[in-house]
């Protein structure tokens, strides 16, 4: 895994939320981390963990910048602490092993 993703392991006691931003609605996307920048308690006990498609279609697309806009809101709000992305080189490796970890952490995985 690469480096970004570490700071939230260093956290084994809070549970990741992981999201495949590829394969995840953008209306979903919104609606989960607006939940986790809402709830503070709920912030408190997680991790976020956006996992972003290095491709060029992900790149043009709307939910590109969707996840940028997300990564400058957790800076802004002091939440990059909480927040960590993995830039997704090879899909099907890198995220059945972000998907296994978080399941194996008890977390919660949005993607395939």
């Not at 495949?20 to 979903?28: E, L, R, Y």
Request: hydrophobic share 40%; with cysteine; proline share 4%.
């Amino acid at each position: 895994m690469r480096r970004r993703l570490f700071r939230t392991l260093e956290h084994p006691d809070r549970c990741m939320i992981a999201i495949d931003c590829g394969a995840v609605s953008i209306d979903q996307i919104k609606k989960i981390t607006d939940h986790f920048f809402d709830d503070e308690p709920h912030r408190e006990n997680h991790n976020l963990v956006l996992a972003i498609p290095t491709d060029d279609a992900f790149a043009r697309s709307p939910a590109f910048d969707l996840v940028q806009s997300i990564k400058q809101s957790a800076f802004e709000n002091h939440h990059d602490g909480k927040v960590s992305w993995l830039l997704i080189h090879q899909r099907e490796t890198e995220l059945d092993a972000l998907a296994n970890l978080v399941r194996q952490q008890g977390g919660q995985w949005y993607g395939e």
